[in-house]
């Protein structure tokens, strides 16, 4: 036992995190033997190809239903680059992953449509298409391990992420977790974009009975585990144009727990923070009352006050922006404006402002209260450096 009553979340982050100390000691050789396949496979299923849908014409009446979902995946978690290596090729996806190691996987709940039969698909990144692996009317058993959301009531298809451990975890150990976190929260930016872009209402929910959503999906919880659900809204459907609901349950805060041994880290946090019932659903999911401590007086202030970024005619610059983002690591150094930084900003924190551009002026998240910014300057025109 640790000596104070701290969590297990707080005994993971402190086990886990990288200081100058220790940050050598945590960078092991990697066995490229077991290098894990960042791709799903099925055996068996019912393909659905969506690759002649990604053209941003209009198609012909019932085509536009592939368009947009085609488009919302591809821009979502689709392939964008093949970098050629000494072994297998590396895929690059439209959403980043720390050490392209992509641990999230992407599945589709419909409730049965007339596009879609009821049942569970995996999108499969690599070919861009959709397998029917499980044909059945699995709605009702979504919305029970969703705990009744009222969103599920009056949609029919829900995105559902997951995350498969040793993919990350291959590389960063103990440490996956938070990267396996990095890397659904930048997928999950690209679902809620790409789904404004196709007039979608991605309704994001984080708290689902963890037991029942991976038996839903066959998964083997102790390889792979749901991280999120999100509801897509359909707005041309007026049926569908839904109020906002609870993103985010808690799960128990675990205080009692044994000394747990490197290498069991990851697992140990995540049953942990599981949630098996509804019975505190109306739990304190407030902003807390807590003292701003970083609210300092004497403090320099910036306004970064600034005009909404354009993004073009069908938000074309937008979806260019994402299909084509990098990482790199060889960097010009030249200086941002103040401008770009304040545009950057902007549009990371003002969603509200581009409602004229059918973005979500008030997108889901899970709880922003717990969340602080920083920007650290080294070279901005216009703004001395420090530590903002």
Excluded at 116 to 133: E, K, M, R
Excluded at 225 to 252: C, K
Excluded at 343 to 370: I, R, V
Aim: proline share 6%; with cysteine.
């Amino acid at each position: 036992m640790p000596d104070q009553p701290i969590s297990i979340a707080q005994y993971y982050h402190e086990r886990t995190k990288y200081d100058p100390q220790t940050i050598a000691s945590k960078s092991k050789g990697l066995d490229w033997s077991q290098q894990p396949y960042p791709f799903k496979e099925y055996k068996i299923g019912q393909t659905f190809d969506l690759k002649p849908y990604l053209s941003r014409q209009t198609v012909p009446q019932k085509g536009d239903f592939w368009r947009r979902i085609s488009r919302i995946l591809g821009c979502s978690y689709g392939l964008t680059a093949k970098i050629a290596t000494m072994g297998s090729p590396l895929y690059l996806r439209s959403a980043p992953s720390a050490g392209g190691l992509y641990p999230a996987e992407v599945y589709l709940i419909s409730r049965g449509t007339e596009f879609l039969p009821a049942g569970l698909y995996s999108y499969q990144g690599q070919s861009h298409s959709l397998l029917l692996f499980w044909e059945s009317d699995v709605w009702t058993n979504l919305q029970s391990a969703c705990f009744w959301n009222p969103v599920l009531e009056n949609t029919d298809i829900a995105l559902v992420t997951s995350a498969i451990f040793y993919r990350s975890a291959w590389r960063y150990e103990d440490r996956a977790y938070r990267r396996i976190f990095l890397d659904t929260g930048h997928l999950l930016g690209n679902i809620e974009l790409s789904a404004s872009i196709n007039d979608y209402r991605a309704h994001l929910i984080g708290g689902f009975n963890d037991s029942q959503m991976n038996e839903l999906l066959y998964l083997d919880s102790e390889k792979e585990s749901v991280m999120t659900v999100i509801p897509l809204a359909d707005l041309l459907n007026i049926r569908q144009n839904l109020p906002p609901s609870t993103t985010a349950l808690p799960s128990a805060t675990t205080t009692l727990y044994p000394k747990i041994a490197e290498g069991e880290l990851l697992n140990s946090l995540h049953r942990a923070t599981i949630i098996a019932t509804d019975e505190k659903i109306e739990a304190n999911i407030t902003p807390s009352n807590w003292e701003d401590k970083y609210n300092f007086p004497f403090c320099l202030k910036v306004s970064v006050t600034s005009r909404p970024v354009n993004w073009g005619e069908d938000l074309i610059d937008l979806e260019s922006t994402m299909l084509k983002r990098r990482s790199t690591r060889a960097y010009s150094g030249a200086s941002l404006s103040l401008d770009e930084l304040r545009a950057l900003l902007h549009f990371t924190y003002q969603p509200q402002d581009y409602a004229d551009q059918n973005l979500d002026p008030n997108p889901d998240y899970f709880d922003l209260d717990l969340l602080e910014t920083f920007i650290a300057v080294s070279a901005v025109t216009g703004l001395e450096e420090g530590c903002y």
